[in-house]
């Protein structure tokens, strides 16, 4: 059976990330409108007819898509902020939590989750369901990605002058990822946030630092990693490093799963220490934004759920 898929806002990065991975599945057709991408009634139609649709467009006009789409039948996933703490929304991580998958493929409307909170909320979501994190904890996360998660006005300035380095942002702490990232994660207490951007196109660290001895439990670096493996024992993109490799570690590169769908979690620290660094390493592009829709997607259609990812 072939389904039917319309990506509004198919060129820009997200969608040519998309576009990329399921173009030539055999069971899925594309409905490209070519430049009739900006014409209201085109995009209303295909909307409508789809069997399914994947919106990569700014908040207010994801919004203003979603309200064009009658049919009932037609499966909405949403790649923008606008729906991720929306209770109405199933949101989008697969492994966030028993159940996810199914309720994801039980859905018609699914929120995208955004690259950072994906690498957090798979550090720190099952730690604080295992009351190893209080839920009023002051929990801090610190992250670095390529330029390409800033979009093409970012892409533009990294690639055709002088880009800074390094940089970092959210200064305000008033980010868009913190309500999302609190919200599923389970707290009670904003995150605060430290984003910032490298002088490389894709790929990022996510990183929560934790002093293990101030914690209620005093959980162990083993405690820590025993129950990140048995959050996913059984994930498909999501693995969890051993503790032997991790400390056989001198770095860690941004880049190391570029092109993948994959999300890959290390708990670094002294096995008698009493701190330690969770990292997760992912591509933006990839688990952190267009695989993890086209993930969403074959959920929800009933397919493969790898199918077109790597």
Same mark, same amino acid.
């Given at each position: 059976?072939?389904? +039917?898929?319309?990506?509004?806002?198919?060129?820009?990065?997200?969608?040519?990330?998309? $576009?990329?991975?399921?173009?030539?599945?055999?069971?899925?057709?594309?409905?490209?409108?070519?430049? *009739?991408?900006?014409?209201?009634?085109?995009?209303?139609?295909?909307? !409508?007819?789809?069997?399914? &649709?994947?919106?990569?467009?700014?908040?207010?006009?994801?919004?203003?898509?979603? /309200?064009?789409?009658?049919?009932?039948?037609? *499966?909405?996933?949403?790649?923008?902020?606008? %729906?991720?703490?929306?209770?109405?929304? +199933? %949101?989008?991580?697969?492994?966030?939590?028993?159940?996810?998958?199914?309720?994801?493929?039980?859905?018609? *409307?699914?929120?995208?989750?955004?690259?950072?909170?994906?690498?957090?909320?798979?550090? #720190?979501?099952?730690?604080?369901?295992?009351?190893?994190?209080?839920?009023?904890?002051? &929990?801090?996360?610190?992250?670095?990605?390529?330029?390409?998660?800033?979009?093409?006005?970012?892409?533009?300035?990294?690639?055709?002058?002088?880009?800074?380095?390094?940089?970092?942002?959210?200064?305000?702490?008033?980010?868009?990822?913190?309500?999302?990232? +609190? +919200?599923? =994660?389970?707290?009670?207490?904003?995150?605060?946030?430290?984003?910032?951007?490298? !002088?490389?196109?894709?790929?990022?660290?996510? @990183?929560?630092?934790?002093?293990?001895?101030?914690?209620?439990?005093?959980?162990?670096?083993?405690?820590?990693?025993?129950?990140? &493996?048995? /959050?996913?024992?059984?994930? $498909?993109?999501?693995?969890?490093?051993?503790?032997?490799?991790?400390? =056989?570690?001198?770095?860690?590169?941004?880049?190391?799963?570029?092109?993948?769908?994959?999300? *890959?979690?290390?708990?670094?620290?002294?096995?008698?220490? @009493?701190? /330690?660094?969770? #990292?997760?390493?992912?591509?933006?592009?990839?688990?952190?934004?267009?695989?993890?829709? &086209?993930?969403?997607?074959?959920?929800?259609?009933?397919?493969?759920?790898?199918?077109?990812?790597?």
């Amino acid at each position: 059976m072939t389904h +039917t898929l319309f990506i509004d806002g198919e060129a820009g990065t997200t969608g040519l990330e998309i $576009r990329e991975r399921v173009e030539g599945r055999a069971d899925l057709e594309l409905i490209l409108l070519g430049d *009739r991408r900006r014409d209201v009634e085109a995009r209303r139609e295909a909307l !409508n007819v789809a069997d399914a &649709v994947i919106l990569c467009l700014p908040d207010d006009a994801a919004k203003e898509a979603v /309200a064009m789409v009658q049919n009932p039948a037609v *499966r909405v996933i949403d790649a923008s902020t606008a %729906y991720r703490v929306d209770p109405v929304w +199933t %949101y989008g991580f697969p492994e966030l939590a028993p159940g996810q998958a199914e309720r994801i493929a039980a859905s018609t *409307r699914v929120s995208n989750p955004g690259c950072y909170p994906t690498g957090f909320l798979a550090l #720190v979501a099952p730690l604080v369901r295992a009351g190893l994190i209080p839920a009023d904890w002051p &929990v801090t996360v610190n992250a670095v990605s390529g330029y390409s998660g800033g979009g093409k006005a970012m892409i533009a300035e990294f690639e055709g002058g002088a880009p800074d380095p390094f940089r970092a942002y959210g200064l305000t702490q008033r980010h868009k990822h913190v309500p999302e990232m +609190t +919200t599923h =994660a389970g707290l009670s207490r904003n995150v605060l946030f430290a984003p910032a951007v490298g !002088n490389y196109r894709q790929g990022m660290l996510v @990183e929560v630092p934790l002093h293990l001895s101030a914690l209620p439990s005093q959980p162990s670096i083993e405690v820590i990693h025993g129950a990140l &493996v048995e /959050a996913y024992d059984d994930a $498909r993109f999501v693995e969890v490093a051993d503790l032997e490799t991790t400390e =056989a570690m001198t770095g860690l590169t941004p880049e190391g799963l570029n092109g993948t769908n994959r999300l *890959r979690l290390h708990v670094f620290g002294d096995r008698n220490g @009493e701190q /330690a660094r969770l #990292v997760a390493l992912l591509d933006n592009l990839g688990k952190g934004a267009s695989g993890a829709a &086209v993930q969403n997607l074959n959920l929800m259609l009933g397919l493969d759920e790898g199918a077109g990812l790597a």
